[in-house]
């Protein structure tokens, strides 16, 4: 079988400034995961990893052209030594980070939240974006609840505080992931496919941006997608190698996102980020997809389809989903856009079934971020 691997000629020698931002060891982790021959390739994609410092070193270290480590002074966990504390000792390196980023079209701050140290520093990172210019994409990891009472407020601060500074806020709810991937078994297998998960999550943006395939939308257009999206929904599956595999990946996607709060069906625009991997897709699945997608959501969304080059050998084909202006899957079965929350009080003149469960939804919905 023909095989679409998407070795056309592609825009590989334009500029495109396109920043990847780790906050803390544990977002460090997942995009560490990237193989040599990611990072060996021609630097197309900004790198800055943001940690606590452990000695007396401190300040910005350029590690290539390409990636950089900013490293701030741990001393405040000498005092209060929480999130309050850390957002302050960003303050001395804003300048700093703000040269790294100026002119970058397009920045993704990627943090696991919970702890002091990337509750503090994501929001200041996605504002020190935001004044530079870019489209500023928050990608976070929400705790789950058994972590403890105060990481889930400190997640919750900084979603609070982050949203105002970001132009899409992609949120991954911990509980939702651990449900998805339970099926790995033990408890370290779970750990890698959570790392996995969230580095393929911000490949879907990144690389689809920075190293296009065949038929790829422009980086204007992947901008645009973002700006000003509010809260974006991801979905992701891997593709097997069978009989309608990309299909059954894209559906999987749609009908299990990483929020159990929140649906495709009805968004007004999807953007579907295809790494066909090292043995590709089938060309006519490919150009079928946006009809498939349609025909699942409503055709009044519009659906933007790219896939990218994977400079990974051996790699299987992947696919992430980003929807947004989405809708909440309630469970009383009342939708609404997510900008639009529900009234407090249960309107008059609605049926029986859902004044029983507004009460059980509104209180899910308040523990929701």
């Given amino acids: ?156 601060y900084a979603v609070d505080e982050t949203r105002s500074n970001v132009d899409a806020l992609c949120l991954m709810p911990l509980d939702v992931i651990y449900q998805h991937l339970s099926s790995t078994g033990i408890l370290e297998n779970l750990g890698n496919s959570v790392n996995l998960l969230f580095t393929r999550v911000m490949r879907g943006i990144v690389d689809l941006a920075s190293r296009p395939g065949f038929r790829s939308p422009d980086i204007e257009e992947i901008v645009s997608f973002f700006r000003g999206a509010g809260d974006v929904l991801i979905g992701y599956s891997e593709i097997a190698r069978e009989p309608g595999g990309t299909f059954n990946a894209i559906r999987r996607a749609m009908e299990h996102p990483i929020d159990s709060m929140r649906r495709f069906e009805g968004a007004e625009q999807i953007l579907v980020s295809i790494c066909p991997g090292e043995a590709g897709i089938e060309p006519d699945a490919y150009f079928k997809i946006g009809h498939f997608c349609r025909e699942f959501l409503g055709h009044d969304t519009d659906v933007i389809i790219g896939n990218f080059k994977s400079n990974i050998s051996g790699e299987n084909p992947w696919i992430a989903i980003y929807g947004r202006h989405i809708h909440e899957r309630r469970q009383d079965g009342f939708d609404f856009p997510v900008s639009d929350p529900p009234p407090e009080k249960a309107p008059p003149g609605l049926p029986a079934y859902y004044r029983t469960f507004f009460s059980r939804s509104q209180k899910a919905m308040n523990h929701e971020f």
Wanted: aromatic share 10%; net charge negative; charged share 20%.
């Fill in 1 to 156: 079988m023909s095989m679409l691997r998407l070795d056309e000629p592609s825009r590989l020698g334009d500029i495109f400034p396109v920043n990847w931002i780790s906050v803390g060891d544990e977002a460090a982790q997942a995009t560490s995961i990237l193989p040599m021959e990611y990072w060996n390739a021609p630097p197309q994609t900004g790198f800055l990893g943001v940690f606590l410092s452990e000695n007396e070193h401190d300040g910005l270290d350029w590690e290539n052209d390409f990636a950089a480590s900013l490293y701030i002074d741990g001393s405040f966990r000498s005092g209060l030594g929480d999130y309050i504390s850390a957002q302050k000792a960003f303050n001395p390196y804003k300048d700093s980070v703000q040269s790294v980023l100026s002119g970058a079209k397009l920045n993704t701050v990627f943090s696991c939240l919970g702890r002091a140290f990337p509750s503090g520093i994501t929001p200041s990172m996605a504002r020190a974006s935001k004044e530079e210019g870019a489209v500023t994409i928050g990608v976070m990891s929400i705790p789950h609840r058994d972590e403890g009472r105060k990481h889930f407020l400190q997640s919750r």
